[in-house]
Nanobody, 124 residues
Framework: QLQASGGGLVQAGGSLRLSCAAS????????IGWFRQAPGKEREGVSC????????YYADSVKGRITLSSDNAKNTVYLQMNSLKPEDTAVYYC???????????????????WGKGTLVTVSS
């Protein structure tokens, strides 16, 4: 199971930190991260991390503004979002999938568990 938290309303240029607490699976064997879906748009992969080796992925749209980190002892990942823009407004979903081969986290993390979304609203 994945429990996401931390969404809210923030002004443009502000910051938010999302958390995703995982349970029921071995964190090190999974890729875990965040997707988002803005109104009227397709779901977008934002960032992920491979629990075993810590390799990271960031979408081009968030590079330099968002940092994903993990606390393996707590089975929790954090998405620190800075310099937020109105176009970051979306429902953010935490997702995790087992790493079954040699591909990066982006290939796996949407193929298993999904948490309930948390809404991030960035006002201009």
């Amino acid at each position: 199971q994945l429990q996401a938290s931390g969404g809210g309303l923030v002004q443009a240029g502000g910051s938010l930190r999302l958390s995703c607490a995982a349970s029921g699976f071995t964190f090190d064997d999974y890729a875990i991260g965040w997707f988002r879906q803005a109104p009227g748009k397709e779901r977008e992969g934002v960032s992920c991390i491979s629990g075993g080796d810590g390799t990271l992925y960031y979408a081009d749209s968030v590079k330099g503004r968002i940092t994903l980190s993990s606390d393996n002892a707590k089975n929790t990942v954090y998405l620190q979002m800075n310099s937020l823009k109105p176009e970051d407004t979306a429902v953010y979903y935490c997702a995790a999938g087992p790493v079954l081969g040699g591909y990066g986290c982006y290939y796996y993390y949407g193929r298993g568990y999904w948490g309930k979304g948390t809404l991030v609203t960035v006002s201009s």
